[in-house]
């Protein structure tokens, strides 16, 4: 399935709810069916829908309907919103892999709508929404380099324009250049910088219109920030998107949006093993814990932040690193 937003394209692979136990009555599949117009009638003008998946899907069919009206989710007062049966919706930024991966079948386990975001590799993307999928949640895939305002802004769209709106963002795509400071040139240093604190600024301006009240912002940065390891580029832009988090969480307090960033340690994803080139018992021999973190240690504090329990904790830079720091 593809969705065309604008003049750029990017692909789109939405995944259906399977039903699993009955839990509403049909008043409320009828009035959740009049919300599904109501929404379908707004949001077809700036995105259309191809592929496989038949007919547009801001029209789903009854037994659509009725699949995402008869979920094993507990109603409670985080998905019930005017009468009608709701999710929260996520978006998680390079979600294909890693530790973007595990925290959007995280927050898909808890019983979120997910955006799952790649810049590069369309078949990983697809593959944790169909994980997702097969898990009986949804899951819907967009391309976007989040360097880029115009693309990251459809990540925010894809949210609004397939679930309603947006309740979750998770910023964990990145970038970073691993010369020194004295080897590292001008370029290395705007790429950085670009990809780590200016991404983060743009996403949080975003955010900051686009994000239901009662929102959660989670910014993934990194243990080094506490520390003088190298590389000090990709530390100090990271160190800088912390910054912005902390006042941007006294900016949107009022609406009851938390904004907290999660500074993860050594953990086991493609990303570490390209940078640091080590084996992971190598690794594992510098954390005190004893072992190497994995994606899902990082991704359950994160689900801890975007839940309801989270709710008075906001401009915190929380560590997962097994005490490395
Ligand atoms: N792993 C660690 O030890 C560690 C330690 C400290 C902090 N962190 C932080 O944890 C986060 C995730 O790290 P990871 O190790 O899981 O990374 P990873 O395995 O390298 O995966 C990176 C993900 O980000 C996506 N991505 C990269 N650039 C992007 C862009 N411009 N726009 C959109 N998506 C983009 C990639 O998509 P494609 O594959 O499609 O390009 C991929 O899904 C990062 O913020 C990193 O700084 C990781």
Same mark, same amino acid.
């Given at each position: ?54 007919? $547009? ?41 890693? !530790?973007?991966?595990? !925290? ?19 078949? =990983? ?77 743009? =996403? ?25 390891? $190298? ?52 690794? =594992? ?6 072992? !190497? ?33």
């Amino acid at each position: 399935m593809s969705l065309k937003t604008g003049s750029r394209a990017c692909r789109v692979m939405s995944a259906a709810r399977c039903a699993k136990f009955p839990v509403l009555t049909r008043a409320l599949a009828s009035a959740s069916r009049r919300w599904l117009a109501a929404i379908s009638s707004g949001a077809t003008s700036s995105a259309s829908m191809t592929g496989s998946f038949a007919g $547009p899907f801001w029209s789903p069919p009854d037994s659509l309907v009725d699949q995402m009206m008869y979920g094993s989710h507990i109603i409670n007062s985080s998905n019930y919103r005017g009468g009608v049966m709701t999710h929260k919706v996520a978006v998680v930024t390079g979600s294909s892999r890693g !530790i973007g991966r595990a !925290i959007a079948s995280r927050l898909a386990a808890d019983g979120m709508h997910v955006i799952i975001n790649y810049k590069n590799d369309f078949d =990983a993307a697809k593959d944790v929404a169909s994980a997702i999928e097969k898990s009986g949640e949804r899951a819907t895939v967009v391309q976007a380099d989040v360097t880029d305002p115009a693309q990251l802004r459809t990540l925010f769209q894809a949210a609004e324009q397939h679930y309603g709106g947006l309740d979750v963002f998770v910023h964990n795509a990145y970038g970073a250049a691993y010369s020194t400071i004295a080897e590292a040139d001008d370029d290395d240093y705007d790429r950085t910088f670009s990809a780590n604190a200016r991404a983060t600024f743009m =996403a949080l301006r975003e955010a900051a219109t686009r994000l239901r009240d009662n929102g959660r912002i989670v910014f993934i940065s990194s243990s080094l920030t506490r520390t003088s390891n $190298p590389p000090a580029l990709y530390s100090a832009s990271k160190a800088a998107g912390e910054q912005l988090v902390r006042t941007f969480a006294r900016e949107v307090a009022a609406r009851r949006i938390t904004v907290n960033s999660v500074l993860a340690g050594l953990t086991d994803t493609d990303g570490l093993r390209a940078t640091l080139g080590l084996p992971t018992e190598e690794i =594992a021999r510098r954390i005190p814990m004893g072992r !190497i973190g994995r994606p899902e240690d990082v991704a359950d504090v994160v689900g801890f932040l975007a839940s309801d329990d989270a709710r008075w904790v906001t401009g915190q830079s929380i560590a997962v690193d097994g005490g490395l720091t």
